[in-house]
């Protein structure tokens, strides 16, 4: 079947993710930039970017909520008529707490070849948008990422672009915890060699 023969109900056959099937994302009222709890989210998210910047694995660990999901869907080149670019069932990342923290322990204990000397990161955070959803306490909170990397001596520079979409939960003592993020990268081909790191 040919790229202009393609139609939606066989885009869907091919796993990519229709409209209708997305769950409801970013559907509650939106909070003022002005508003405390926006202004807490937003620190949170600067505070996680800035701890992944430095390398501090062990402490990213602490913004994570136990039962966290993390995935980053691969993304496909279609045409404008043909539903989402990004597919159902084939992930980049399909993260939970457990292998995230796996994770963190193979870089920090081991010799992770892609990752031993770290790379040096810079996680630039804006765009932010907070909506309230229909369980108290947790916020559907969207923001865009710039990611730029580089390895080694390396003068070359990496770059990854994308929007996360996070649920951020507000405990009993108002410490916010990532309970779920969606990484919808920019790129069908990921602009860096490897995903030895976290966006």
């Known amino acids: 079947m040919s790229t202009k023969q393609m139609t939606a109900s066989s885009v869907v056959s091919e796993g990519?993710?229709?409209?209708?099937e997305q769950p409801t994302y970013g559907s509650?009222?939106?909070?003022?930039a002005s508003e405390p709890v926006y202004l807490d989210l937003l620190g949170f998210l600067w505070d996680e970017a800035s701890t992944l910047d430095k390398n501090d694995l062990a402490g990213?660990?602490?913004?994570?909520?136990?039962?966290?999901?993390y995935t980053m869907p691969v993304r496909v080149t279609r045409r404008r008529d043909t539903g989402s670019e990004?597919?159902?069932?084939?992930?980049?990342?399909d993260e939970e707490y457990s292998s995230?923290?796996?994770?963190?322990?193979?870089?920090?204990?081991?010799?992770?070849?892609?990752?031993d000397p770290p790379s040096r990161t810079r996680r630039f955070v804006t765009g932010?948008?907070?909506?309230?959803?229909?369980t108290d306490g947790d916020y559907d909170v969207s923001s865009s990422l710039l990611l730029t990397r580089t390895q080694d001596d390396d003068y070359r520079v990496d770059i990854v672009t994308a929007e996360r979409e996070d649920r951020i939960r507000l405990g009993d003592n108002h410490a916010p915890r990532l309970v779920r993020r969606q990484i919808l990268i920019d790129q069908s081909t990921v602009g860096t060699p490897n995903l030895a790191i976290f966006l």
Request: hydrophobic content about 50%; charged content about 25%; proline content about 4%.
């Open 28 to 32: 509650g009222q939106r909070l003022r």
């Open 16 to 20: 990519l993710l229709e409209p209708a």
């Open 60 to 69: 990213w660990l602490d913004f994570l909520d136990p039962h966290i999901l």
């Open 100 to 115: 995230l923290k796996f994770r963190v322990k193979r870089f920090l204990e081991t010799q992770a070849w892609s990752e």
């Open 86 to 93: 990004f597919h159902a069932a084939m992930m980049h990342l």
């Open 128 to 134: 932010v948008r907070v909506y309230k959803t229909d």
